[in-house]
């Protein structure tokens, strides 16, 4: 294995426990104001489109631009918050994590399986990835960050883009998180502002929440009831709910 890859594709070993990064507080560094113009999507990567093509065609909408929020979301938290990290992470890598990482949730793939959305999207995404011609690498760290993207604990480690698609996703879809103080405030109300209005939510909160509900109802034994009352604490979003 290249080393150059573990940073390149987000394998560093992280803390899983979020709390343990962050010590008493939202941040690391107070945020500031980001432009989403000034983070640049990699739009032009020949992977990247075709996922982005895929994604479009699969993703119900509003998945859609969850998806594409979460891309901005993280890209603010790792610029802002692990700049060691953002000089190296590939956004390539980043950006088809984000476009996957809800790849099991369509109605397809939800009951394609008896697998947890999560666990089976992360392997879809491992294949659908390799075919769209990512190095086996990336497409290993994208399948894992999915897979483990709503494992949310204190032990142990997780790679390090695995845990920024847990704080990016837990953000947009909670605004709290169960182990970081007044977690809202490690983005920027701007840049909060002006992801939410270049990607609608349209009741996003709603429609998630009913997902979560659906998948436990079809399979009572799936990750998502790791997240204990996890529908009810989606619906709660206190954060995003001037956008919803």
Same mark, same amino acid.
């Given at each position: 294995?290249?080393?150059?890859?573990?940073?390149?594709?987000?394998?560093?070993?992280?803390?899983?426990?979020?709390?343990?990064?962050?010590? +008493?507080? /939202?941040?690391? +560094?107070?945020?500031? /104001?980001?432009?989403? #113009?000034?983070?640049?999507?990699?739009?032009?990567?020949?992977?990247?489109?075709?996922?982005?093509?895929?994604?479009?065609?699969?993703?119900?909408?509003?998945?859609?631009?969850?998806?594409?929020?979460?891309? =901005? %979301?993280?890209?603010?938290?790792?610029?802002?918050?692990?700049?060691?990290?953002?000089?190296?992470?590939?956004?390539?890598?980043?950006?088809?994590?984000?476009? &996957?990482?809800?790849?099991?949730?369509?109605?397809?793939?939800?009951?394609?399986?008896?697998?947890? =959305?999560?666990?089976?999207?992360?392997?879809?995404?491992?294949?659908? &990835? #390799?075919? =769209?011609?990512?190095?086996?690498?990336?497409?290993?760290? @994208?399948?894992?960050?999915?897979?483990?993207?709503?494992?949310?604990? @204190?032990?142990?480690?997780?790679? %390090?883009?695995?845990?920024?698609?847990?704080?990016?996703?837990? %953000?947009?879809? @909670?605004?709290?998180?169960?182990?970081?103080?007044?977690?809202?405030?490690?983005?920027?109300?701007?840049?909060?502002?002006?992801?939410?209005?270049? %990607? /609608?939510?349209?009741?996003?909160?709603?429609?998630?929440?009913? =997902?979560?509900?659906?998948?436990?109802?079809?399979?009572?034994?799936?990750?998502?009831?790791?997240?204990?009352?996890?529908?009810?604490?989606?619906?709660?979003?206190?954060?995003?709910?001037?956008?919803?």
């Amino acid at each position: 294995m290249c080393h150059e890859e573990i940073a390149t594709n987000g394998w560093t070993s992280t803390p899983a426990n979020a709390g343990a990064i962050f010590g +008493n507080r /939202p941040f690391i +560094n107070k945020p500031e /104001p980001l432009a989403i #113009k000034e983070i640049e999507f990699p739009f032009d990567d020949p992977t990247v489109a075709k996922t982005l093509k895929y994604a479009k065609e699969e993703l119900h909408p509003k998945t859609f631009n969850h998806s594409m929020r979460v891309f =901005f %979301y993280g890209m603010a938290i790792t610029r802002q918050q692990f700049p060691k990290q953002a000089a190296t992470l590939s956004p390539i890598t980043w950006a088809l994590a984000c476009l &996957l990482h809800d790849i099991g949730s369509t109605e397809t793939n939800l009951t394609a399986t008896r697998m947890s =959305f999560d666990i089976y999207g992360g392997i879809k995404a491992l294949q659908i &990835l #390799k075919d =769209f011609g990512a190095t086996t690498d990336q497409a290993e760290a @994208v399948s894992e960050a999915i897979i483990r993207h709503q494992d949310l604990g @204190v032990d142990g480690t997780i790679t %390090y883009v695995g845990q920024l698609i847990q704080l990016a996703t837990i %953000y947009d879809n @909670v605004g709290v998180h169960p182990n970081v103080k007044d977690f809202g405030q490690i983005i920027h109300e701007t840049t909060r502002t002006e992801i939410n209005e270049a %990607y /609608p939510r349209t009741k996003w909160c709603e429609f998630f929440a009913n =997902f979560v509900r659906e998948e436990e109802t079809i399979k009572p034994w799936c990750h998502s009831t790791h997240i204990v009352n996890f529908d009810n604490i989606v619906e709660a979003n206190t954060l995003m709910k001037q956008w919803e």
